[in-house]
């Protein structure tokens, strides 16, 4: 067993590091395997860590995950649901799957589950994963004169779309362009001649 500490302090990273992985993981199950109501829809990992979440113990820890984690950020914690009875609890969650849009049920862990369900919340959602594809320059250090921003733009969706295969292919387009580099063509006159084929 190996025990990680803080270079700082040496106290012990196991639990935040355990929390951390745990609250990854229900973010990664993601509302569409929640939502889904055909299992068949589903594989048999999800199918797995779907039941596994549905577990009493495991939300709890996946609630008091996230306490922590809103604590550690300085947020507003809220109030033990430990003090207020199941049924308080049975119809809290009622309310918020009354008050979803669309008949959506919310879902009850990740981070899914402590944003409000409403229209502007899903576009600025959706404004901050666009904004989160642009790419930081420096990422790109030692390339700048041998890739385009365009090439640039596709590496960072292919390297950030979660797909081992696509991040295999910007790896690939990545030793394309340091070989074409080494032959002397660059970002400008493989820009050129694109343009003139056009």
Do not use: W
């Not at 999800?46 to 577990?55: C, D, F, G, P």
Request: charged residues 30%; aromatic residues 4%; contains cysteine.
């Amino acid at each position: 067993k190996v025990f990680l500490h803080c270079p700082q302090c040496r106290s012990d990273l196991g639990p935040t590091i355990r929390d951390t992985a745990l609250l990854r993981r229900a973010e990664n199950l993601g509302t569409n395997v929640i939502e889904a109501e055909n299992d068949s829809e589903l594989s048999a990992s999800e199918l797995r860590m779907r039941s596994a979440m549905n577990e009493p113990d495991v939300r709890n820890a996946v609630q008091e995950a996230q306490r922590k984690e809103t604590e550690f950020f300085g947020g507003k914690v809220p109030s033990s649901s430990s003090s207020s009875s199941p049924s308080a609890n049975a119809d809290a969650d009622a309310d918020a799957d009354a008050a979803a849009p669309s008949g959506k049920k919310k879902p009850t862990f990740g981070r899914a589950a402590s944003a409000p369900l409403s229209a502007s919340s899903a576009g600025s959602l959706a404004a901050a994963a666009e904004k989160k594809k642009d790419a930081d320059d420096t990422l790109y250090s030692g390339y700048e004169y041998t890739m385009t921003s365009d090439e640039r733009r596709v590496v960072t969706e292919m390297m950030t779309a979660g797909s081992v295969t696509k991040l295999a292919a910007a790896a690939l387009f990545l030793n394309d362009v340091v070989r074409m580099s080494r032959e002397g063509r660059t970002a400008a006159s493989r820009e050129k001649k694109v343009k003139s084929s056009v």
